[in-house]
């Protein structure tokens, strides 16, 4: 069975703009039960409003305290969900040898971990035992990048905490091997959303974005073609020449340990 076959009630965490809200709009007309969640309730709204049966929910992932709460609050509400995709993250361009940006760079240094790092762990951790207790195939998903596999100087402290993201996933894929819990990284290329438009000079000299609808067409081809259980990166693009560079350097060195991942 394809992977979006068991896909009925998906909650995506961060899903009003960009590769969020594109998925959010194609599972909705694929008639699956989607719920998201985002900080701008204006804009929720407007979701909800275009999107009969959506359902939102209000949360910032930078308040990790607050995620417990959220996550229990999510979870009462919505017992059904089976799949959850956390998707929301920040990037800045940083240039470490200006000393004039100094504190402003360390503020967004420390915002970067958290929302990038700190709150897709946190989450994992949250929702990994509620999707477990489900019985039932179930997903967990985190969007990384390409930029997890080759870095790129112009964001040196995104690009970690991407390939955190990839590092994390290896492992939460191990210890949950034989559950019934799938893990799956979504990784896009330079793809042309918001995030993209703020950073266009900094990508410069790189692969051009691609169109928003043709990474969320690419992407669903793959979730469509393939058992959630055979998917490790889901990626396309530039990322998919990262993630297959990386599946037969360091991936084929854990097959040889028989760790999987």
């Known amino acids: 069975m394809a992977a979006i076959s068991t896909i009925k009630t998906i909650l995506i965490i961060g899903g009003t703009s960009g590769i969020g809200e594109s998925f959010a709009r194609r599972f909705h007309q694929l008639g699956k039960k989607v719920v998201v969640t985002g900080r701008r309730e204006a804009r929720l709204a407007t979701l909800k409003k275009e999107l009969p049966g959506l359902e939102t929910y209000t949360m910032d992932n930078a308040d990790i305290s607050s995620l417990p709460g959220h996550v229990k609050g999510l979870t009462t509400k919505y017992?059904?969900?089976?799949?959850?995709?956390?998707?929301?993250?920040?990037?800045?361009?940083?240039?470490?040898?200006?000393?004039a940006s100094i504190a402003t760079d360390v503020t967004k240094i420390n915002?970067?971990?958290?929302?990038?790092?700190?709150a897709p762990a946190v989450l994992a951790r949250l929702f990994i035992p509620f999707l477990i207790a489900s019985g039932s195939e179930a997903n967990f998903l985190i969007t990384?990048?390409?930029l997890a596999f080759v870095p790129m100087g112009s964001f040196p402290v995104y690009c970690?905490?991407?390939?955190?993201?990839?590092?994390?996933?290896?492992?939460?894929?191990?210890?949950?091997?034989?559950?019934?819990?799938?893990?799956?990284?979504m990784a896009p290329p330079y793809v042309a959303t918001d995030l993209d438009a703020a950073h266009k000079e900094a990508a410069a000299g790189?692969?051009?974005?691609?169109?928003l609808q043709e990474y969320t067409d690419k992407?669903?081809?793959i979730l469509e073609s393939k058992p959630a259980k055979e998917?490790?990166?889901?990626?396309?693009?530039?990322?998919?020449?990262?993630?297959?560079?990386w599946r037969g350097s360091i991936g084929s060195i854990l097959e040889n340990f028989h760790l999987g991942g």
């Open 206 to 211: 790189g692969p051009p974005p691609m169109p």
């Open 231 to 245: 998917l490790k990166e889901v990626a396309v693009g530039f990322a998919a020449m990262g993630a297959d560079a």
């Open 79 to 99: 017992p059904e969900i089976d799949t959850v995709w956390v998707n929301g993250g920040i990037q800045y361009s940083l240039a470490f040898k200006d000393e």
């Open 111 to 118: 915002e970067e971990i958290a929302i990038n790092v700190t």
């Open 144 to 146: 990384s990048s390409g």
């Open 160 to 185: 970690p905490t991407k390939s955190f993201i990839h590092s994390f996933l290896v492992g939460l894929r191990q210890q949950l091997a034989g559950s019934n819990v799938n893990v799956l990284e």
């Open 219 to 221: 992407t669903f081809a």
